[in-house]
């Protein structure tokens, strides 16, 4: 299939059931034990900055475990796949002196994941599988100051942000990614300047791709880290007619649910969730089991709430096979049409009266 047919067909699908995207990527290559050798392979060496920790690395210096775990989700009934790529930006690529090579960790990202996907199509031509290009919030934020004593203060621009993101999406599509999934969202104005450079940079090769946004609350207030509660965050973003709007990672099932409910409550597109399998323990660890995620994510199902549903955080394959187990035969939530009115937010919500 091409990339018009593989879009054709995702659209399809989305009307007629609930798609299943992947489960945590850092959970699986934390399973393989990885040393600092490990990590910098032969081509790095003699890196001059411990790399440890850089998981996006390893898409260049150990593809067969990138291809493993894309196997493990496929094959556990995932229909997307995100590329190992939350990180490949310039920006948070500098902790470890790797600025340059962002655009290469995107596109062996996305070459990685289309190979699996493109296998498994292969296998079950009347079920294809996508590959969606992540792309993380990066370390930096552009409405907060990092600096307590100086409110004012920004380590970041909106323009040095939408470099960032427009390099990244470039090299995404060369790899040959279906969506452009902005996930992990923090910060709205960073997501305002990944939708910025994703449309310009559609603009300069003259294609468009669905674009999924996902944000993440950060805690039980509610609301993002810039301060938006759910529904605001929806009504900042809305203009980008998104393919799907959703939550992940911070928060498991149990805490995300309501915050689903309330996206699924206005939002005129499709609703996402991949929570993590429940919050950390005091070891740094995740508890929720895949027989409590499929109960908490069937409900969700059958309650109306989903069209595009995973994990995150401690989500295995196990995790995802469960879940896809839970949501297989539910219709996935219709699509709304909401009245005309104006809608507007900044860290509430404001729906003029008609």
Known sequence: MNRQERLEALEKAARERILVI?????????????????????RFKDWPKD??????????????????????????????????????????????????LAAEMNREGARLAREAADAWTARTPDRPRWVAGAIGPTNRTASLSPDVNRPGFRNVSFDELRAAYAEATRALI????????????????????????????????DLRLPVMISGTITDASGRTLSGQTTEAFWYALRHAKPFSIGLNCALGPAQMRQHIADLSRVAD???????????????????ETPAMMRDHLREWAQSGLLNVVGGCCGTTPAHIRAIA????????????????????SGLEPFVAAV
Do not use: W
């Open 22 to 42: 992947d489960g945590a990527f850092g959970t699986m290559i934390q399973g393989y034990r990885l040393d600092e050798e490990a990590y910098r392979g032969e």
């Open 51 to 100: 790399v440890k920790g850089n998981n996006d690395l390893i898409n260049l210096t150990q593809p067969r475990i990138i291809r493993e775990i894309h196997e493990a989700y496929l094959e556990a009934g995932a229909d997307i796949v995100e590329t190992n790529t939350f990180s490949s930006t310039t920006i948070a690529q500098a902790d470890y002196g790797m600025e340059a």
């Open 269 to 287: 597109t499709r609703v996402s969730a991949y929570p993590n399998a429940g919050l950390p323990n005091e070891m740094g660890e995740y508890d």
């Open 174 to 205: 060369e790899g040959g990614v279906d969506l452009i999934l902005l996930e992990t969202i923090f910060d709205t104005l960073n997501a305002k300047a990944a939708l910025f450079a994703v449309d310009e940079v559609f603009g300069e090769l």
């Open 325 to 344: 187990e839970a949501v297989e035969g539910v219709p996935p939530r219709p699509v709304p049409e909401l009245d005309h009115r104006l809608r507007l």
